[in-house]
T-cell receptor, first 117, second 114 residues
């Protein structure tokens, strides 16, 4: 059971370049999300999805796009990278089966460190 | 709007001493609360969660947290620190059924001194 897999682990981009961060989970989780982690700011939610074809914005969605064509995959796209997007990105997923209790536990990937020059 | 405040971005304790990491939340409805730990160069993993079943919650690695509604707090404690506890700790809140967003605090980095 691989859990949540993120690729790549490290990436360096130039300003204006585009790229996609990949996230895949093999736990049949309905809920998937992307966070960015910056020093002193904790984790901030970028986008999330509650199932295939359903996505919504989080706290800091500008500059990022997502789509959810399958239950397993939730890629994060940077269309035109900016230095302000230099960060560590985490994908996290959970079941919605316990939704009524609200106690869904997020499972995190190992992170993707992105540097934009 | 709900939010989470972690007091102290860095905490140092001696090995064997009490660990106390503070978390206060604001929420207009009873929240679901979590503590996560992040070891260097890794993702976050769950330490414990509060779901209104019991105010004192026990987690992994000897950690526990107490939900105090009157103080809107969910502080994390461990009676005796171990070197392996050195990590960054995050408090998180989810407002409850009907919401999908987890809000994380800014984190507290715990250093354990030999």
């Amino acid at each position: 059971n691989a859990g949540v897999t993120q690729t790549p682990k490290f990436q360096v981009l130039k300003t204006g370049q585009s790229m996609t961060l990949q996230c895949a989970q093999d736990m049949n989780h309905e809920y998937m999300s992307w966070y960015r982690q910056d020093p002193g700011m904790g984790l901030r939610l970028i986008h999330y999805s509650v199932g295939a074809g359903i996505t919504d914005q989080g706290e800091v969605p500008n500059g990022y796009n997502v789509s959810r064509s399958t239950t397993e995959d939730f890629p994060l796209r940077l269309l035109s990278a900016a230095p302000s997007q230099t960060s560590v990105y985490f994908c996290a997923s959970s079941y919605l089966g316990q939704y009524s209790s609200g106690a869904n536990v997020l499972t995190f990937g190992a992170g993707s460190r992105l540097t934009v020059l | 709007a709900q939010s989470v405040t972690q007091l102290g971005s860095h905490v140092s304790v001696s090995e064997g001493a009490l660990v106390l990491l503070r978390c206060n939340y604001s929420s207009s409805v009873p929240p679901y609360l979590f503590w996560y730990v992040q070891y260097p160069n890794q993702g976050l993993q769950l330490l414990l969660k509060y779901t209104s079943a019991a105010t004192l919650v026990k987690g992994i690695n000897g950690f526990e947290a107490e939900f105090k509604k009157s103080e809107t707090s969910f502080h994390l404690t461990k009676p005796s620190a171990h070197m392996s506890d050195a990590a960054e700790y995050f408090c998180a809140v989810r407002r409850g059924p009907g919401t999908y967003k987890y809000i994380f605090g800014t984190g507290t980095r715990l250093k354990v001194l030999a």
